[in-house]
């Protein structure tokens, strides 16, 4: 297994970035928000980073793949209570376009990333 630290991890970086822009957008928001679709959106946000971490922490290039489907399953979580919260109201155009940057950025990172384990091999 690498041993770079998962915070060293440009693709962690980008989901960590996503994360706190997200948690900065929700914090905002009335408490009925935050409490309903705000907890959704900042839990999915909050899980990309995770799973990156956790499957570098798992030791082996298999476990690290598995936990690196499921941080884009939680990226795409994420994309679908950003359209929720769009269309509710509760972000601007401007906001969207800027979490949109982030993550065209960030998505096709952690496929690189997942195809880069990928291609190691365990001995």
Do not use: C
């Amino acid at each position: 297994m690498a041993s770079k630290y998962f915070q060293e991890l440009r693709v962690y970086q980008l989901a960590e970035k996503l994360a706190d822009e997200i948690w900065q957008i929700v914090n905002d928001w009335d408490i009925f928000a935050k409490n309903t679709i705000g907890t959704q959106i900042v839990r999915s946000a909050d899980s990309i980073g995770a799973n990156i971490a956790e499957g570098v922490g798992r030791g082996s290039f298999q476990d690290n793949k598995i936990f690196i489907r499921i941080a884009r399953g939680s990226l795409n979580e994420t994309q679908h209570w950003l359209r929720r919260a769009y269309t509710r109201k509760l972000l601007t155009v401007e906001q969207i376009d800027t979490l949109r940057l982030m993550i065209n950025d960030l998505a096709p990172q952690l496929n690189s990333y997942l195809k880069s384990i990928g291609n190691n091999v365990e001995k």
